[in-house]
């Protein structure tokens, strides 16, 4: 495994401390993984093809189907690029390796990516722009703005602008799009949030919470590539059902 950034530092030592704080990429990609050995190799290289200064970050959440042990082999490679590899012990939700990946990001801008191959890593250079140029605190990327896609009069989309629409009713945001796994975060602000959701309620949590903070979100269109379950998705109906739960306890209560 490779040498994480923060190892053999020591607390009393703020000049190696400095040093790091100064070292610190532009970008922190946390990629949370569970059964992707079909896509992580490839979802892998197009994000490192992106030209901006990142650190990436694959959690694996207790992968069965070979992906645990290919990123094992990727991470112990010296020509990986400087992949980090986190190993969650059991299979917890993607909340849980977002947390962990969360912890371990040292990059000034953090920025979530599945592992599937729906998104394209390309669209990260518009989704910092907001950001640094002072736009926008946080910056979702839009699956349903501009022009109707392939798969958008499916259930599992009709589903998530339900979601969507109540969690603007309670946070009094104005977003096409809660549950996009672009979600971009500078890290000091992210710092700020104490997740919970251990599942895919981390998609409403972090919205809530981002409300209740008053920060600005502004949403950009990405593209977006639908698999169908077949291929591997993932959510399901009861994940709507825990999101609906979630939008309300943490608009109000947490």
Known sequence: MPILPNENLSQENPGAEMAEFKAAPRLSVVIPVYNERGTIAEL???????????????????????????????????????????????????????????????????????????????????????????????????????????????????????LTSLSNLFTRLDLTDVWTCYKVFPRKLLQQIEIKENRFGIEPELTAKIARRRWRVREVPISYHPRTYAKGKKIGWKDGIRGAWCVVRYSLFD
Not at 73 to 85: C, T
Not at 94 to 109: N, V
Not at 121 to 143: N, T
């Open 44 to 162: 892998i290289k197009r994000v490192q093809a992106v030209a901006i200064e990142k650190e990436i970050i694959v959690v694996d959440d207790g992968s069965t189907d070979g992906s645990r042990e290919f990123l094992q082999e990727l991470s112990a490679n010296p020509q990986s690029g400087g992949i980090r590899v986190l190993l969650q012990e059991r299979n917890a939700g993607k909340g849980a390796a977002l947390r962990r990946g969360f912890l371990e990001a040292h990059g000034a801008i953090v920025i979530i990516q599945d592992a599937d191959l729906e998104l394209d890593p390309e669209d990260y250079h518009k989704l910092l722009e907001p950001i640094e140029s002072g736009a926008a605190d946080v910056v979702y990327g839009s699956r349903f703005l501009g022009e109707p896609r392939p798969g958008d009069r499916s259930w599992h989309v009709f589903g998530n602008k339900f």
